[in-house]
């Protein structure tokens, strides 16, 4: 929940900023504060049914209150459709060694090697430039028959009298069999004498601009030349490069190592090891059923003519290059589809369990690695096959936006490595003290340690205007590339390569360091080498900068919120959390009680610092305890409709001013987290201004304020949820981050009038004697916020059960109030502890209690407020304040005070001495 959340909302097209609006629903138009008037809404046309949760960050518009050309004909023969990629469309090596003699029957210009003397296309320039066998894959699967059957359609006759085959497709050989004759199928490096074919029309898009010389001398050597008439100009199906007939492969061998020997090099036809093996009858073209997926088009849905005649997919390849299925040509006549034998089974495509350990496995070690690089240099091989691997990945309407520019010069590198250290510099500089301390140790690029670097763009643009999935997200390009970078990374990974992200530099000046047009983006810098190891763990965990979010955190269940990973029971945020609370570990308490009894001092001479350390040992469940850093402050902001009872001398406006003051570390906040090395983090739960979308400041907006609580309850029970759990996940962000103590921080304009509420009805306190002067009221306004009080709680009197939490929240609380009360749990959910700051964080400590007693153990009293109702809240929830200097402030700068003194009692518990160790005497 700390990330800032830029998608478009739903439903917000025309209402300006959704970022700002919140959940006013239920609230009665009156009952609003007076801040929420300058965002008035169209009135509401209806609500969602009573029994569905709504969405607290989007508010739907029924639930809002107050506030190129066409495709190109081609000729009949020729099915107008775009190929299906898929299994079975595997592209042919070295085919002169696995054509059978019989004459083939494709399409016109559908096979390479119809004409080998001649020049060959673009589309095919990898695939000749290999020359020789291709690298050996594990055999694939067949598609299933059901794809079969849908094939086959596809070469029934396109219109009355055509049948949708080229003249020289419909004369049969062998008898008129489509079948090849095994007696006279070739073995390696032999090749038949065929019957005349046709070579492929020479156009620029299926013949290389320069064919490597080996494959035009094999070429020449082995093959027969042959001449035919041209081919038409027309999109073809299948595409050249898939009629390829099947060979037999064998499984592909790895020695062991840090640097193990590459595989075959497909570029090189000496490292195969000989001629390319035999090809295999495949039985599927002889018994004329048509294998292979179903194209995209079998609806008859008009498709680009351009596009059905697409370059074929990885045509550089080699992997693919093995052999593949026959094709059933258009002009074979289709057979009766067969039914199936079996439905497919759950799990039938699944890979051996062997196989499938191997995928998982790359995932669970795949390391962001900066460390521990070697230099030794990566085979030519290994890294065509990781850029293949990355080139695999799925992208949106297939348009591959990437591309990968390796980057070997040192020059280049050089460049690149002063530009990533000037951004380190300056990041360091706008860390907190702690942080700043953690990130000097930290390794972030090895730029100059790695033999190659790959840096991976994105081109938004790439695919044309109508690209399929981006018309309505643009940025879905971006995210296509960003799988391009996990694919490269898995296959890395099995390769034994360790790969290390680098992200400190600008863009644009890195874009133009490696001469970049202006349409590219730089979405990754990659440095890829081969390592001494892989950490166990990732460095960052390891280094206590930043902790891993548990699944169970990310999974939903049918709408956000509703958490439970598959096979267990769905639940609430709050419910989650709140049975992760549990008791201080006893064996660190009593460990860390007779460590005090040791050390060198008098018994009982820290006074509460004893308590406080004991305290965080059982919370932690060690002893001693981790120093409680780095720390971060939040403060939660948010407006209340009971301002317009005239609570307060200064204007609503002012909460939305000085969360800008805030952002600017204008506050006194602001300079008391510098003071102590605290983070500061805002957080908008119910601001009634709109607020800019910058670092620091999380749009957790639920409503613009609340409502007048004298008139009716404040909110409603589902936003008293929401900004629960908004708290929840604050604190869970926070903790992630590396965090080990959290501080609490509150700003709203005539927030203490709520608190003065809240503690009266969970103390029984008369609201005279809770009720202060907040931001300095004199005495006549101080009676009528007291009288403000008292018919607040009034007007609520059934709400107002102190055994319904939430119930008193949504009666008289404050969207900040909730949220700290979520905070507070969130926090001891995480055993991590969280000091207190005044009397806003004493009355959301007071609800957080209420709703799960536990939390306490968690909590520590910064200090204590001259507001009366935060002596009450600190006598009845038994926590000892460590900081009493007549401070009313808030926003959390009473808590950041403290936060020395809580590190203190842990250093003292950590590096004083005992008795023993030190060789001082005890008292007799």
């Known amino acids: 929940m700390t990330g800032e959340d830029h998608r478009r909302r739903r439903g917000a097209d ?109 589309g095919e320039r990898s695939t000749a430039r290999q020359g020789a066998a291709p690298e050996p894959e594990p055999s694939r699967r067949p598609q299933p028959e059901r794809w079969a059957r849908r094939l086959s359609e596809l070469a029934k006759p396109t ?25 006279s199928a070739p073995g390696p490096r032999e090749t038949a004498e065929p019957a005349a074919e046709p070579v492929p029309y020479r156009t620029p898009g299926n013949r290389p601009e320069h064919e490597p010389a080996h494959a035009r001398a094999d070429e020449r050597a082995d093959a027969p030349r042959t001449r035919a008439r041209p081919a038409p100009m027309a999109p073809q199906y299948p595409p050249p490069s898939r009629t390829a007939p099947s060979a037999p492969v064998a499984p592909p061998t790895r020695s062991t190592g840090g640097s193990a020997a590459p595989g075959p090099d497909p570029a090189d036809g000496a490292s195969t090891g000989g001629a390319a093996p035999p090809p295999a009858h495949d039985a599927r073209a002889s018994s004329g059923a048509a294998p292979g997926p179903p194209t995209p088009s079998e609806d008859e849905s008009p498709v680009n003519a351009h596009a059905a005649a697409s370059f074929p997919e990885h045509s550089d390849d080699p992997a693919d290059q093995s052999g593949g299925d026959h094709r059933s040509r258009a002009g074979d006549q289709p057979r009766e589809p067969e039914e199936p034998a079996h439905a497919a089974e759950p799990g039938e495509h699944a890979y051996a369990d062997a196989e499938r350990e191997a995928v998982y496995r790359a995932i669970r070690e795949r390391r962001d690695v900066r460390m521990g690089f070697r230099a030794d240099p990566i085979p030519d091989p290994v890294l065509r096959r990781v850029l293949d691997a990355a080139h695999r990945a799925p992208s949106v309407g297939y348009s591959q936006p990437w591309d990968f520019i390796l980057v070997q010069d040192e020059d280049v590198r050089d460049r690149v490595q002063k530009l990533v250290q000037e951004q380190r510099e300056a990041y360091a500089r706008a860390l907190p003290g702690a942080r700043a301390r953690a990130f000097s140790g930290l390794k972030v690029e090895a730029i100059l340690d790695t033999p190659v670097n790959i840096v ?31 694919n490269l990374w898995l296959a890395a990974r099995s390769e034994g390569l360790g790969v290390g992200w680098v992200s400190f530099f600008e863009e644009r000046e890195l874009a133009q360091s490696l001469d970049l047009p202006p349409h590219l983006e730089v979405v990754a810098y990659l440095c890829v080498g081969y390592v001494e190891d892989f950490p166990p763990e990732p460095e960052l965990a390891m280094g206590g900068w930043a902790r891993g979010r548990p699944l169970h955190w990310a999974v939903h269940r049918d709408h956000y919120g509703r958490r439970g990973l598959p096979g267990e029971k769905a639940t609430s945020l709050l419910e989650e959390t709140i049975a992760a609370i549990g008791p201080l570990n006893q064996r660190a308490v009593n460990e860390a009680e007779e460590r005090q009894a040791a050390m060198t001092k008098p018994p009982g001479s820290l006074g509460v610092l004893e308590e406080v350390s004991v305290r965080l040992s059982g919370l932690v469940g060690e002893c001693p305890p981790p120093i409680p850093e780095p720390a971060a402050v939040a403060i939660f902001a948010g407006d209340h409709g009971v301002h317009a009872q005239g609570v307060s001398g200064w204007p609503q406006d002012v909460t939305a001013q000085m ?122 306004m101080l009676e009528h916020k007291i009288d403000v009080v008292r018919r ?46 005044g009397v ?85």
């Not at 003249?167 to 090849?180: A, F, I, L, S």
């Open 14 to 122: 025309e209402e300006g900023d959704p970022s700002s609006k919140g959940l006013l629903d239920d609230l009665p138009e009156t009952g609003r504060g007076s801040g929420s008037g300058s965002g008035a809404a169209p009135p509401s046309s209806g609500r969602r049914p009573a029994q569905q949760r709504p969405n607290p960050f989007t508010t739907p518009e029924d639930r809002r209150h107050g506030g190129g050309g066409g495709p190109r004909s081609g000729r009949s023969e020729q099915p107008n459709v775009i190929p299906f990629r898929g299994g079975g469309h595997e592209r042919a090596g070295d085919e002169r060694t696995a054509e059978p003699a019989q004459a083939r029957h494709e399409q016109p210009g559908e096979s390479r090697e119809a004409d080998e003397g001649g020049e060959m296309g673009e």
């Open 159 to 183: 219109a009355p009298g055509q049948t949708g085959s080229s003249p020289r497709e419909t004369e049969p050989t062998h008898g008129g069999r489509h079948e090849p004759d095994p007696e």
């Open 456 to 486: 991976v763009t994105v081109d938004p643009t790439r695919g044309g205007r109508h690209t399929l999935g981006r018309h309505s997200q643009p940025q879905t390009a971006s995210y296509s590339t960003a799988l391009a970078v996990e």
């Open 659 to 780: 969360v800008h003051n805030f952002l600017a570390d204008g506050a006194v906040v602001n300079a008391f987290a510098e003071q102590v090395g605290a983070e500061v983090t805002i957080v908008d739960v119910g601001v009634a201004a709109d607020l800019p979308t910058v670092p620091g400041l999380l749009p957790r907006k639920i409503a613009r304020g609340t409502a007048d609580f004298t008139r009716g309850p404040a909110m409603s029970r589902t936003q008293v949820d929401y900004a629960v759990e908004a708290g929840i996940e604050v604190a869970r962000d926070l903790v992630s981050a590396g965090n080990r103590c959290l501080v609490t921080g509150d700003m709203g304009i005539a927030n203490t009038t709520p608190s003065a509420a809240l503690i009266s009805a969970f103390t029984g306190t008369d609201p005279a004697d809770v009720t202060g002067r907040g931001t300095g009221v004199d005495d006549a």
């Open 792 to 837: 607040g709680l009034a007007a609520n009197a059934d709400a107002v059960d102190p055994a319904d939490p939430v119930g008193v929240l949504a009666a008289v609380g404050g969207l900040e109030h909730a949220a700290l009360s979520g905070f507070i749990l969130g926090a001891a959910a995480l055993r991590v502890p969280v000091l207190l700051d």
């Open 840 to 924: 806003i964080a004493g009355a959301a400590a007071l609800a957080a209690a209420a709703m799960e007693p536990l939390c306490l153990n968690a909590c520590f009293a910064g200090h204590r407020s001259t507001e009366p109702g935060h002596a009450a809240v600190l006598s009845h929830i038994g926590l000892r304040p460590l900081v009493d200097l007549e401070m009313r402030l808030g926003e959390g700068s009473g808590a950041l005070l403290a936060l020395p003194i809580l590190q203190g009692s842990v250093r003292a518990l950590r590096n004083v001495a005992t008795f023993d160790s030190a060789g001082v005497s005890e008292r007799g």
